[in-house]
């Protein structure tokens, strides 16, 4: 893997940002959150509970995915990707991208939502995420790390798990 792609991907609230943006650090790579690739439409409709369907879905994973395939760049992506066919489109033309599962109970993921200040995805769209959710299956290869710790362990894990050495 000369560029590899890291998608960390989980329900909201996981910590698919905290966590992807100290890894991309700790290793000298590339950062996006996947969510700042969602149309305006979907941040409102999200903001006001509604949850999206795979048709609002779609422009973002399209777009995403776009990102990825852009990169020269070793490049950590954060993303929920729930479901095995939006996987499957932020595949398409990286053969080098990895999943990583940032895998948690609902009950922790929960208390952290409702910790959380000034994020626009309210906590009553949790249930959803967990009904959409499609754990990855051994086919995808995915690096499962549990999400219980503080985030510095939960990079060490993802860094010992997926073989990528110390970072930068």
């Known amino acids: 893997?000369?560029?590899?792609?890291?998608?960390?991907?989980?329900?909201?609230?996981?910590?698919?940002?905290?966590?992807?943006?100290?890894?991309?650090?700790?290793?000298?790579?590339?950062?996006?959150?996947?969510?700042?690739f969602h149309p305006r439409a979907n941040v409102e409709k999200m903001h006001a509970g509604i949850p999206l369907t795979d048709d609002d879905r779609r422009p973002w994973l399209e777009a995403t995915a776009r990102w990825m395939r852009d990169q020269t760049a070793p490049a950590v992506v954060t993303s929920s990707a729930l479901k095995r066919r939006y996987r499957d489109l932020l595949r398409e033309g990286r053969p080098d991208l990895r999943l990583v599962y940032l895998e948690g109970d609902k009950e922790l993921i929960g208390e952290r939502l409702a910790a959380r200040q000034g994020h626009f995805f309210p906590r009553q769209l949790l249930d959803s995420q967990f009904a959409d959710l499609e754990a990855p299956g051994p086919d995808e290869d995915p690096v499962v790390?549990?999400?219980?710790?503080?985030?510095?362990q939960v990079v060490q894990r993802i860094i010992d798990r997926a073989g990528l050495g110390g970072g930068a």
């Open 1 to 36: 893997m000369s560029n590899p792609i890291l998608l960390l991907m989980g329900v909201s609230g996981s910590g698919k940002t905290t966590i992807g943006a100290m890894l991309a650090g700790r290793l000298g790579w590339t950062y996006a959150e996947a969510d700042d």
């Open 145 to 152: 790390v549990s999400i219980d710790g503080p985030p510095d």
